[in-house]
């Protein structure tokens, strides 16, 4: 199973826009188009990170480079 994660950006910590939870598990989401689907591509789209809010499940997603994940420790 994931490990639990703290995100921020620029120093902005990042909470869940639904329960303002601020632990996450994290995935990479391919961000697939019908261009690329089409001609068996889907492989070369653009990919995003996917923040899984631990509390209620909203998935968030970023494509920003920025971002920066933080490990809890126990």
């Not at 994931?2 to 990042?14: D, L, N, R, T």
Request: some cysteine.
């Amino acid at each position: 199973m994931a490990k639990p994660v703290h995100a921020a950006i620029g120093g902005v910590e990042i909470r869940c826009l639904m329960c303002d939870n601020d632990t996450f598990r994290e995935r990479e989401v391919k961000l697939n188009s019908t261009g690329m689907e089409l001609f068996n591509l889907a492989w070369a789209n653009e990919s995003a990170t996917g923040l899984i809010c631990w509390s209620c499940g909203y998935v968030h997603l970023f494509v920003n480079r920025d971002l920066q994940l933080y490990r809890l420790r126990k």
